[in-house]
């Protein structure tokens, strides 16, 4: 099995900044893709930011500027910094993951998600 856990979450003003991180654990061989989303009341989960293995990243354009993504391979984590942040970002973010497992299978996962809320 492969568990996926936030944390990080929390409620900001607008312009303010946040740090979410994610840990995976489990039977892991190799993670490849990592990334975050979100979904707000009413509305799709959509890609807020997502990093390669190799480090290449990319950005949903409304967090463009503001959001930066990146991984700790070697601790199996990945972290959303979120800066000048704005009441429309508010949504629950979840991390996911492209899992090869020991047993050399590959599974995408995610975790149980972690509130986001910004104030006005």
């Given at each position: 099995?492969?568990?996926?856990?936030?944390?990080?979450?929390?409620?900001?003003?607008?312009?303010?900044?946040?740090?979410?991180?994610?840990a995976a654990s489990g039977i892991i061989?190799?993670?490849?893709?990592?990334?975050?989303?979100?979904?707000?009341?009413?509305?799709?989960?959509?890609?807020?930011?997502?990093?390669?293995?190799?480090?290449?990243?990319?950005?949903?354009?409304?967090?463009?500027?503001?959001?930066?993504?990146?991984?700790?391979?070697?601790?199996?984590?990945?972290?959303?910094?979120?800066?000048?942040?704005?009441?429309e970002d508010t949504a629950v973010y979840?991390?996911?993951?492209?899992?090869?497992?020991?047993?050399?299978?590959?599974?995408?996962?995610?975790?149980?998600?972690?509130?986001?809320?910004?104030?006005?």
């Open positions: 099995q492969v568990q996926l856990v936030e944390s990080g979450g929390g409620l900001v003003q607008a312009g303010g900044s946040l740090r979410l991180s994610c061989f190799s993670i490849n893709d990592m990334g975050w989303y979100r979904q707000a009341p009413g509305k799709q989960r959509e890609l807020v930011a997502s990093i390669t293995s190799g480090g290449t990243t990319n950005y949903a354009d409304s967090v463009k500027g503001r959001f930066t993504i990146s991984r700790d391979n070697a601790k199996k984590m990945v972290y959303l910094q979120m800066n000048s942040l704005k009441p979840y991390c996911n993951a492209l899992v090869v497992s020991l047993y050399r299978s590959q599974g995408s996962y995610w975790g149980q998600g972690t509130q986001v809320t910004v104030s006005s």
